[in-house]
């Protein structure tokens, strides 16, 4: 039995809600069939003047299978999670909630992988830096030195590290340029980021140029935020062009880098 779709059809089947809208008088889709499979409901979409329907929209999936455009409800999973599933999801959940704290950083350090793709910046930082995680649960940690916070085709810079001084932190870095590549006026991106419960992050985007070969800031000395991993990288004056970021390590105020 076919239902043609005029307005608005609300279905409420087995605890499950679809409802499809459209516009005018003509049909934007019909509903060939419903029916449910261990408590999931699932129908069948067919005469799509919308073109194709693909992905997830809230506990719905819709997907093609067999020639059809399948929508269907998702369901709950009572068994165990494997070991494997544990592992992921919590360096899953610990990716995103430092990649998030940094999310500003990442607009300018992905923005270029991003350009002329569907996906935005940061979904482009997520998907690179998922793998980056080490151990088993429950002791997942993200593994901050293979981390990327600018991604880019701008030469990566040489000789970079960090060295603690009496009151404040120095970044140095070796200034020749690469013909074409890099320039003298490339300007300097710092960022320190201080993990923990409450994630910190300090961004440095100042005046600084590449030509510099230098940089001293201070850094908080709060009891909370004692060490810090910082990475550093260069952008095009026209911000046109970036460098893939250098880790410099972890640093803390009673040690240089580890």
């Given at each position: 039995m076919?239902?043609n779709v ?6 409420y089947?087995?605890?499950?809600l ?11 889709i019909?509903?060939h069939s ?26 719905m999936v819709i997907?093609p299978?067999?020639?059809q ?9 009572y068994?165990k999670?494997?070991?494997?599933q ?7 959940k ?21 350009k ?28 901050y030195?293979?981390i ?5 085709k701008?030469?990566?810079v040489?000789?970079a ?7 404040r ?5 070796d200034?020749q340029?690469?013909n074409?590549q890099t ?5 300097v991106?710092?960022?320190?980021y201080f993990?923990g ?8 985007t100042?005046?600084v ?7 001293k ?10 060490n ?13 062009s970036i ?7 972890e640093?803390?105020?009673d040690?240089?880098?580890?």
């Amino acid at each position: 039995m076919i239902f043609n779709v005029y307005l608005v059809f609300v279905l409420y089947l087995f605890n499950s809600l679809l409802i499809v809208k459209i516009q005018g008088k003509t049909p934007l889709i019909s509903i060939h069939s419903i029916f449910h499979l261990n408590k999931k409901v699932m129908a069948i979409v067919t005469n799509s003047y919308l073109g194709t329907f693909s992905g997830r929209i809230g506990n719905m999936v819709i997907y093609p299978l067999g020639g059809q455009i399948v929508a269907r409800t998702i369901g709950i999973s009572y068994k165990k999670a494997t070991n494997s599933q544990l592992n992921s999801r919590m360096a899953l959940k610990k990716m995103n909630f430092f990649l998030q704290d940094i999310k500003g950083f990442l607009k300018v350090g992905f923005e270029l992988e991003a350009k002329g793709t569907s996906a935005n910046a940061f979904n482009h930082a997520f998907k690179y830096n998922r793998k980056h995680v080490t151990g088993t649960f429950p002791d997942i940690a993200i593994d901050y030195a293979k981390i990327l916070v600018t991604k880019g085709k701008m030469p990566i810079v040489e000789k970079a590290k960090a060295s603690l001084l009496t009151d404040r932190l120095k970044v140095s870095w070796d200034t020749q340029v690469i013909n074409g590549q890099t320039h003298q006026d490339d300007q300097v991106l710092l960022l320190a980021y201080f993990p923990g419960e409450n994630g910190k992050t300090r961004i440095f985007t100042t005046s600084v140029r590449r030509s510099a070969g230098t940089y001293k800031f201070n850094l908080n000395r709060s009891a909370r935020m004692r060490n810090a991993h910082l990475y550093l990288s260069f952008v095009s004056d026209d911000y046109k062009s970036i460098s893939d970021s250098v880790y410099l390590g972890e640093v803390s105020w009673d040690k240089v880098a580890k």
